[in-house]
């Protein structure tokens, strides 16, 4: 039954509609408040069906038909909040994501989080019940405001509109605010921001736009960014290394560039490639010729794949910068860091000190060390080539089954600068953070808590905004590489949407029965076999070929170095798994 109570206010004190308006004032404001994130640049929207949020549903279709924004529709909200982060993570602007009350509303805290732990813009939209129907048990009801604690850089309860014309500007206003907060434009400090909407009964109202209707009406306009800090200047000192997490994009390899300094860039750091990438960093900082010599690190991004790193930056007479050019939050291990700074430059001293004997020394020994230890695994693992034709040895390495290293070199390799490449928070992440050579190529991952929610939703968005629009920013193929757990994780978001566009999406699920992970930790060696593969390996069986089917995707299946090559060759024509079975 409807959930409203009888409105005692006195015939003066009914709210003043607008002759022109819907008849709902839900669907008044929700035009214009969707219509103003509109003209700010908002082009993506994911919703997921409710009553309580039907008049954003209903004004977002109809802006989609007059082609202002694109549409995603996600049945669990858990997803659909994956799929903005990844839809933001990709395009830098900050995708809607509208629900309705409720539990519908806590299913967002994961992509939450991740949006706040990885500085993502994210706005989401939920629906309420208004004041009086708060604090009744009324049915779907709960405490939404404040729901997502300290993570949303603007976090506002925003009363029922009562249908007065003034509201289309407290809109507006409302759109900026958050864009703005959502960006960092003025904090320097972007991530999530939750607007949390009441609406009343009637809950829609029949509207049909035209297409001058965005164009025409008054509004705010897209903020002008605001100008970083003046960079600090880094002057000459040998023994200084450079590293690259999460994020740090490439301004950390042309840093290192100008100073000579080695590079130690994580797979996912968008750093990983030029004259100073030393691939094999975990070895070297283990040896003391080497992580015993370092003397000052500058630290891009959230390092998070290795302990050697943290290691390294938790000694005694290693001098620390952190580049954290926003968030309160700071990368800080062992609370040891010296100072942080928002943006970094080599001073003259530094490009000039780059071409000494001394600086080279110090960047050859790295680069050439890592280069060759590389080349000697690869050499342990392929066969010599016979000019003759193919050996019986390299017959059988061709026929050899799949590791983990040949899976990441394989995908790697099939990656190119129009390809986007996601990863789960696998065991894969690390294979290829140890191994795969540079390549200046955009890879993804939700490192920001490094779980494995919403990988599969994360990666849509990701092809969904590099594919999509008018103007696509790749023409290339999005591949996620993940374990079976990961996959299983976030199976519900395999389901595709009738109507929407099928990005060129190809998940490699490297299937080693469970949560293989935990084998190379301490807990290995201590922790009862059967009570390792219970409560952390969690094994599980699950036929993907049957679950692709189901959820209508593509099907492949490769179990040596041939069919994983053919299989991740050429794009595919549709969403695919890709099945590699992985000894555990």
């Not at 629906?127 to 405490?143: C, F, H, K, M, Y």
């Not at 630290?299 to 952190?322: K, M, N, Q, W």
Request: hydrophobic letters at 45%.
């Amino acid at each position: 039954m409807p959930e409203t109570l009888p409105d005692t206010r006195l015939p003066d004190e009914q709210p003043r509609r607008d002759p022109g308006s819907s008849g709902s004032p839900a669907t008044d404001f929700s035009l214009a408040l969707l219509s103003a994130f509109v003209r700010l640049g908002v082009r993506d929207v994911v919703l997921s069906p409710g009553a309580r949020s039907q008049a954003l549903a209903l004004v977002a279709a109809e802006l989609e038909r007059l082609s202002c924004l694109r549409l995603h529709v996600r049945l669990d909200e858990r997803s659909a909040g994956f799929l903005a982060l990844g839809l933001s993570s990709e395009t830098g602007q900050p995708a809607l994501v509208l629900m309705t009350s409720g539990t519908a509303v806590a299913n967002l805290h994961p992509a939450v989080l991740e949006a706040h732990h990885s500085g993502v813009p994210l706005i989401v939209l939920s629906a309420d019940r208004p004041a009086e129907l708060r604090g009744i048990r009324s049915n779907q009801t709960t405490v939404q405001p404040g729901m997502f604690g300290t993570a949303p850089r603007l976090s506002e309860d925003v009363p029922a509109p009562e249908g007065d014309p003034q509201e289309a500007t407290t809109a507006a206003d409302l759109a900026q605010r958050a864009t703005d907060a959502a960006l960092g434009i003025y904090t320097r400090d972007p991530g999530p921001v939750h607007l949390n909407l009441a609406f009343r009964e009637p809950l829609s109202a029949a509207i049909e736009l035209d297409a001058d209707h965005i164009s025409a009406a008054d509004g705010p306009t897209v903020p002008a960014v605001v100008a970083r800090e003046p960079a600090t200047e880094i002057d000459p000192q040998v023994g200084t290394v450079v590293i690259a997490g999460t994020g740090s994009g490439p301004e950390a390899e042309e840093f290192a560039r100008a100073g000579d300094w080695p590079l130690l860039a994580e797979v996912v750091s968008g750093a990983r490639f030029g004259p100073n990438l030393v691939v094999a960093y975990r070895e070297l900082l283990a040896e003391a010729s080497f992580g015993g010599a370092v003397t000052r690190a500058i630290v891009f991004g959230h390092p998070t794949l290795s302990r050697e790193i943290p290691a390294l930056l938790h000694r005694d007479g290693v001098e620390v910068i952190v580049v954290a050019p926003f968030g309160a939050e700071k990368y800080n291990p062992g609370h040891r860091v010296h100072r942080f700074v928002s943006a970094v430059v080599a001073s003259p001293a530094s490009v000039a000190a780059a071409v000494t004997s001394d600086a080279r020394r110090w960047r050859g020994r790295w680069v050439i060390t890592s280069r060759e230890l590389l080349a000697s695994d690869s050499a342990a693992t392929a066969p010599a080539i016979d000019a003759r034709g193919i050996t019986r040895s390299e017959l059988a390495f061709l026929r050899a089954p799949i590791t983990r290293a040949m899976l990441a070199d394989a995908v790697w390799a099939a990656s190119w600068p129009h390809d986007r490449l996601v990863f789960g928070a696998s065991r894969l992440i690390r294979e290829a953070d140890r191994r795969v050579p540079g390549k200046k190529i955009s890879v993804h991952s939700n490192r920001g808590l490094a779980g494995i929610d919403g990988t599969v939703a994360t990666a849509f968005g990701i092809a969904a905004a590099s594919q999509g629009g008018a103007e696509p920013r790749s023409a290339g193929t999005t591949r996620v590489l993940l374990g079976d757990l990961t996959l299983l994780h976030d199976v519900g978001s395999l389901l595709l949407t009738p109507g929407e566009p099928l990005p060129r999406l190809q998940v490699i699920v490297g299937v080693d029965g469970g949560g293989s992970i935990f084998d190379g930790l301490e807990v290995a060696a201590t922790a009862p076999t059967d009570a390792l593969d219970r409560v952390l390996f969690t094994p599980r069986r699950v036929d993907l070929r049957s679950l692709a089917a189901a959820y209508g995707w593509d099907y492949a299946r490769a179990e040596t170095r041939t069919e994983l090559e053919h299989a991740l060759t050429g794009a595919p024509t549709a969403p695919m798994i890709l099945e590699v079975p992985l000894a555990r």
